[in-house]
């Protein structure tokens, strides 16, 4: 018996209509089956992350879906110092945050990524 991929089988998945999250964004967004699909494939090429103090990160990518059915390509960041005015707060404890990766590399926050989002270790 052939063994399938992990991207074979969310892909098949998603167009035998098992997959709950593309089920749940499609009826609440209208994203389109082909749209996710490129999407997962686009996920299904993320290595992961090592930073240099240690924490590791299992997965970078992340695809966010906004309630117009638009699907947003993430980045998962590691901030170590937030600046408050001139001064660093060095009592804030490094964190990941999710930036989106398309569009003007200036003025791109992290409020410009849909809170709700996939990776690829998530079950779809």
């Not at 999250?21 to 299904?44: P, R």
């Amino acid at each position: 018996m052939a063994r399938h991929t992990a991207l074979e089988t969310r892909i098949w998945l998603v167009e035998t209509g098992q997959s709950r999250i593309f089920e749940n964004w499609h009826k609440h967004t209208g994203v389109s089956k082909a749209d996710f699909i490129a999407a997962l494939e686009w996920l299904d090429g993320d290595s992961g992350r090592v930073y240099d103090n240690g924490v590791h990160l299992v997965t970078t990518r992340y695809i966010g879906c906004r309630q117009d059915g638009t699907l947003v390509r993430g980045e998962r960041v590691l901030t170590e110092l937030i600046a408050i005015g001139n001064a660093v707060d060095p009592s804030i404890h490094p964190h990941t945050t999710i930036y989106p990766i398309e569009g003007d590399a200036y003025h791109r926050t992290r409020f410009d990524f849909p809170h709700v989002c996939i990776n690829k270790l998530d079950h779809i």
